[in-house]
Nanobody, 117 residues
Framework: VQLQASGGGLVQPGGSLRLSCAAS????????MGWYRQAPGKQRELVAI???????HLNDSVRGRFTVSRDNGKTTLYLQMNNLKPEDTAVYYC????????????WGQGTLVTVSS
């Protein structure tokens, strides 16, 4: 079982980053997948979902700026983030998506995104 997000860093407001998340086959294959984030002092929140058929759902706070994609052959999830804002600062994680996602007990390694001038 493995989830490893990467690609985070420090970026100025208005900048872009592309996050990747390598997942084990047991987590990725045949499952809906999601990107999540946890800002300092806040609860983890759902950012984006990509269903196994390719349909995408984005949180209102990132719609129009972020997009999510998946490479089923590589069992890798991507999050393209454009026009980043300071409020996007958080540790970003990927995981399966399910209605009860908050009760998932394994989250793997996240990647820190800091948006600051």
């Amino acid at each position: 079982v493995q989830l490893q997000a990467s690609g985070g860093g420090l970026v100025q407001p208005g900048g872009s980053l592309r996050l990747s998340c390598a997942a084990s086959t047991s987590i990725f294959s045949g499952n809906d997948m999601g990107w999540y984030r946890q800002a300092p002092g806040k609860q983890r929140e759902l950012v984006a979902i990509i269903y196994r058929g390719g349909t995408i759902h984005l949180n209102d706070s990132v719609r129009g700026r972020f997009t999510v994609s998946r490479d089923n052959g590589k069992t890798t999830l991507y999050l393209q983030m454009n026009n980043l804002k300071p409020e996007d600062t958080a540790v970003y994680y990927c995981n399966r998506y399910a209605v009860g996602w908050a009760r998932l007990d394994y989250w793997g390694q996240g990647t820190l995104v800091t948006v600051s001038s």
